[in-house]
């Protein structure tokens, strides 16, 4: 469903205006005025390029509520990921053995697949380079610090680790 222009001015709206709000952290009239005034100029300039699909979706309490968790599943998988990381940067003999796999992915928003990818990237040791679809299948290529499984569905597993269910429920 195409959000209207209108939907997707709000939208943006309260996103910049909540955003504004947690930065400043200031409840003056103000600070509060000027946030909402800020807000709406970005909103209506850059709601076109922000929203492409149903505007209010992440308003919807289950979807939000899996946001908030995600951010918490995402800082263990971070973690995990920066201890391997300095683990293999201290040990003296390096072991890495670095390349390129081409992984499934299981997502059929554009708002999901991005964040995965992103997601990925932002975990040290990955870098999702790449974003394909074949034969109505996506799948990305990602470059891994250590490349211990050669198989697509295995490696995919090791890569994205739990970080792919969790943005369905968001983005399904």
Sequence with gaps: MKPTKFSSIISTFIFCYLLWILFTWTFTTQELLAGAVVSLLVATLVSRFFIHENAFHLFNPAKFINLILYVFVFLKELW???????????????????????VPVNLESEYG????????????????MEIVEENGKNYYYIHWIDVAETNREKAGEAIKGTLENWIRRIWK
Excluded: F
């Excluded at 995990?80 to 081409?102: E, Q, S, T, W, Y």
């Excluded at 697949?113 to 999702?128: D, H, Q, V």
């Design 80 to 102: 995990k990921a920066n201890v391997d990381v300095a683990k293999r940067a201290l040990n003296p003999n390096l072991p890495v053995n670095p390349g390129i796999v081409k």
């Design 113 to 128: 697949m991005a964040m995965l990818a992103n997601s990925i990237t932002l975990t040290p040791g990955t870098i999702t």
